[in-house]
C-alpha cells in the first residue's frame, strides 16, 4: 500500500530564506512523487513530478525536489521565498504499476514573512 | 487556455437536498478523478474513471454518493441525501491516460464546488 507523510502543517520562513517542505512516502514498489501547490480558493497545480529519471527533479517557480531511496524521501525545497509562494503545498505517491490513482499527504501550509 | 471547469462554485443547500455537481474535464483527457477536501480528513479520493467508465469508487459512501460521466464533456457527482458532514470542496481533476497505469500521469484540477449542508 501507499502513503504520504508531510512533516509539518504549518511551516513559515523570512522572505528571501530557503523553504525545505518535508515528505516520506512508503510504497510497495518503485513510486512515482508528485508535489502540487494550492492557492487560496483553488484547485491543485502540479509544482513537479518524479518519474524514475533523474532524482533531482526542477519545477515551476523555482522550485525543486530530490529523490532519495534509502530515505524513502522527497523533499521540496526553493533556495529563496517569496511572498507569491504563500501556499498549501501537497505531496503526492503512486505506486510504479496498476491502477492505481494519487495518495496525498495532508499538506503543508507555507507562511512567508515579510 | 485548456482548464477544468466546475459548476456551481458554491452550493449552500439544507439537509436531505439532493446536490449535483458537474465536472467538465480538458477536451481529449480521458480520465476524471473527483476529490474531496475537509480541514480534517484533507485531500480524499473518492471516484475516478477511465474512459467514462468507472475504475474505483471504494472511496466514496455508496449508499448516498454516485458519480456518472454521460458522456466524455461532462461527469457528475451527486450526492443524495446530502447531510451536514458532506459539507466540503469537491474537486474534479483531469488527465490523459493512454494506458491502464495511471500512476504517473499528471491530474489538472478544477477550482472546486465549495458545498455547505446546513
Known amino acids: 500500500a501507499q502513503s504520504v507523510t508531510q512533516l509539518g502543517s504549518h511551516v513559515s520562513v523570512s522572505e528571501g530564506a530557503l523553504v525545505l517542505l518535508r515528505c516520506n512516502y512508503s510504497s510497495s514498489v518503485p513510486p512515482y512523487l508528485f508535489w502540487y501547490v494550492q492557492y487560496p480558493n483553488q484547485g491543485l497545480q502540479l509544482l513537479l513530478k518524479y518519474t524514475s529519471a533523474a532524482t533531482l527533479v526542477k519545477g515551476i517557480n523555482g522550485f525543486e525536489a530530490e529523490f532519495k531511496k534509502s530515505e524513502t524521501s522527497f523533499h521540496l525545497t526553493k533556495p529563496s521565498a517569496h511572498m507569491s509562494d504563500a501556499a498549501e503545498y501537497f505531496c503526492a505517491v503512486s505506486e510504479g504499476t496498476g491502477r492505481r490513482a494519487l495518495t496525498f499527504g495532508s499538506g503543508t501550509r507555507l507562511q512567508v514573512q515579510p | 487556455d485548456a482548464r477544468v471547469t466546475q459548476t456551481p462554485r458554491d452550493k449552500v443547500t439544507e439537509m436531505g437536498q439532493e446536490v449535483t455537481m458537474r465536472c467538465q474535464p480538458i477536451l481529449g483527457h480521458n480520465t476524471v478523478f473527483w476529490y474531496r477536501q475537509t480541514m480534517m480528513q484533507g485531500l480524499e479520493l473518492l471516484a475516478y474513471?477511465?474512459?467514462?467508465?468507472?475504475?474505483?469508487d471504494s472511496g466514496m459512501p455508496k449508499d448516498r454518493f454516485s458519480a456518472e460521466m454521460p458522456d466524455a464533456t461532462l461527469a457528475t457527482l451527486k450526492i443524495q441525501p446530502s447531510e451536514p458532514r458532506d459539507s466540503a470542496v469537491y474537486f474534479c481533476?483531469?488527465?490523459?491516460?493512454?494506458?491502464?497505469?495511471?500512476?504517473?500521469?499528471?491530474?489538472?484540477f478544477g477550482p472546486g464546488t465549495r458545498l455547505t449542508v446546513l
Open positions: 474513471f477511465r474512459n467514462r467508465a468507472p475504475l474505483d
Open positions: 481533476a483531469s488527465g490523459l491516460s493512454p494506458g491502464a497505469d495511471l500512476s504517473y500521469n499528471e491530474q489538472f
